[in-house]
């Protein structure tokens, strides 16, 4: 239903199911590994994911691991140690972006870029994880 790659397309995935929704996430850790002011992330069943070549994962927290790809560099996913059954694929890396849904929400905004003006978009908005 969904597909996705890195930008130098070593690192391909296909999911099962289209995302749930799509969260930007202002972190600081995904701030400084997007270059931008926020990372955002398409949520997808863990189990939905099928990986043809495995990213490199890398623990960025005592809450969370991140993986990448390891020829061009580019951020393909989060998982949350609290959430083990979901993963954020980086909404940048999939083939039809008609599958993105809107965004539902801005999340750790307590890290948010101080340069950085929030849209009036209607999304939630909170000051750490969020729901």
């Given at each position: 239903m969904a597909s996705g790659s890195?930008?130098?397309q070593?690192?391909?995935y296909t999911s099962s199911t289209a995302p749930s929704k799509l969260v930007?996430?202002?972190c600081t850790t995904?701030?400084?590994q997007s270059g931008a002011p926020y990372q955002a992330f398409l949520h997808f069943p863990a189990k939905s994911i099928k990986w043809e070549v495995e990213p490199t994962a890398?623990?960025?927290s005592e809450t969370a691991s991140r993986t990448f790809c390891p020829r061009c560099g580019s951020t393909m996913s989060m998982s949350l140690n609290a959430f083990p059954d979901f993963v954020g694929i980086v909404a940048g890396t999939i083939d039809d972006d008609k599958l993105v849904p809107p965004a539902s929400a801005h999340i750790f905004?307590?890290?948010k870029a101080?340069?950085?003006e929030l849209p009036?978009?209607?999304t939630s908005r909170w000051q750490t994880w969020g729901q």
């Open positions: 890195c930008a130098c070593y690192i391909k930007n996430c202002h995904c701030r400084k890398w623990k960025s905004l307590e890290d101080s340069w950085y009036a978009d209607g």
